[in-house]
């Protein structure tokens, strides 16, 4: 009896590590998303966060079978917070050098241009003339104007549903964003009296190729993501995502 008591127990102490193994290699991710970037990340009509790349981030989470805790604000505060390495994965970064110190990088899970959008005809973008441009704090977009717009450009940094408000109201005269926000906003109600100001900026102006920054030393974590965006392509789930918020075919 009392070997069959011994026996019991090791077999219990084996159980119950085996399920706290188990526990452990479910992840907790702690997951960034802007805040305000509809259709990516935005606030519905119930007050709930909804979005492209919250269903995405979800996607990916259950691929990886990995508990996701999610992580709203503003864009360049999330690269602040990513650099203090308190988020695990950001939605929706470009594979920059002055990111790599404090980021790795996953493969793309879509591409993305950069237009002006705005009213037709209110600005020539090759002129000299004083305008008002509003880009996404912290973003590839916002270096661009900061380095190449005439000096008599008043840049105005924010999020992008703040942004859309302000060309609405007539508070910026345009807008250089991502072409896939961009569009989803002028094929809206409100998004009729705009249009695309100019040609989409050059490919070689910036990185095309959108994927999820992944934490400086999280191991085998951006393997993990890369494997999962295979999975997510591959099953049809990316796909019935992009059918959620958008017209066309993304990637």
Known sequence: MVNRLHILGILALFFLSSQAWAEEKIA???VGL??????FSFLNERGSHSGFDLDVAKALCESMACRCEFVYQPFDGL???MRRGEIDLLMGVSDTAARRPYMDFSVPYFHARSIYIGRPGVLNLDSEAAMRVGVRAGTVQMIYVENYQSRRTTIIRGQF???LDMLCRGDLDMILANDLA???FLLSERGQEFDVLGEPLPLESFPSDVRVGVRKGAGKLRENVDM??????MD?????IN???FPYTLY
Not at 228 to 233: E, L
């Open 243 to 245: 059918q959620d918020y």
């Open 228 to 233: 999962a965006i295979k999975n997510i392509r």
């Open 79 to 81: 690269l602040e917070t």
């Open 236 to 240: 049809g789930t990316f796909g019935r």
């Open 161 to 163: 549903g703040r942004l």
């Open 34 to 39: 802007d805040s305000d970037y509809p259709p």
């Open 28 to 30: 907790r991710l702690r």
């Open 182 to 184: 961009a569009y989803i």
